[in-house]
């Protein structure tokens, strides 16, 4: 259930620090102390979050990035660079190459962890531990409850994983793949139809509060969780 983060990181000292702080917080954590062995890891499973230093023995952190941006399955992985660079420049090329957010060394464990929930918030709601509004719904990963209008629903582990990451990203149209890849995690061998399955089941458990219609088929293309009514 917990958010898995890959660190990615040469120096063991600072491996150790940035693994501890993230384990201390609640987070699987996976390490790294290369590019190619960050490569393998995610290629065997992927993370929520990757923790990415700067400078690597093999390749830089920055190459690294690239590549994650440039493939499908990566795309929209969220990486946290960390750092010794601290100019304006070096901070600039990191944003650019599509890191959410720059922690400079040397840091404090809190700051790392704060900016892990601000990137969370931002980009994998579902993961921030925070409690997650969208129109009626409350959903509270910590307590794991979910209310429709503040009245509590009764819900499964598998719908309520399905909800709290739809939930995470209304509005936005899943495939049951990336269902399957999101909510299950990916090189998890589940039939598609079993998205199928557990969106009548999440249906279900909202239909007595009346909030079943949010969970929106979109014909062809998957499922979405909406407040609006137009497809
Ligand atoms: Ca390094």
Redesign the pocket.
């Known amino acids: 259930m917990s958010a898995s983060i890959l660190v990615v990181?040469?120096?063991p000292a600072?491996q150790e620090l940035v693994s501890y702080t993230c384990t201390t917080h609640g987070y699987q954590v996976r390490r790294a102390d290369s590019v190619a062995a960050a490569q393998d890891a995610i290629r065997s499973e992927l993370p929520d979050l990757v923790i990415l230093?700067?400078?690597?023995?093999d390749r830089g952190?920055i190459d690294l990035l690239r590549d994650l941006r440039a493939q499908e399955r990566t795309r929209t992985l969220p990486v946290i660079m960390l750092?010794?660079k601290s100019t304006e420049t070096d901070r600039v090329v990191g944003l650019d190459a599509g890191a959410d957010d720059y922690v400079v060394k040397p840091f404090s464990p809190r700051e790392l962890v704060s900016r892990m929930r601000a990137v969370f918030r931002r980009r994998a709601p579902q993961h921030s531990g925070e409690a997650i509004a969208y129109g009626p719904l409350t959903i509270d990963p910590a307590r794991h409850e979910v209310a429709v209008d503040g009245k509590p629903v009764k819900i499964g582990l598998a719908e309520f994983k399905l909800l709290k990451f739809l939930a995470g990203h209304p509005d936005r149209v899943f495939s049951r793949s990336q269902l399957l890849d999101s909510v299950w995690g990916d090189h998890v061998f589940i039939e598609e139809r079993t998205v199928d399955v557990h969106v009548l089941r999440l249906r279900k458990a909202l239909a007595p509060a009346g909030a079943q219609h949010l969970v929106q088929t979109v014909r062809g293309l998957g499922y979405r969780l909406s407040i609006r009514s137009d497809s």
Request: charged letters at 35%; zero cysteines; aromatic letters at 8%.
């Open positions: 990181e040469d120096e600072i230093d700067w400078m690597l023995p952190g750092t010794a």
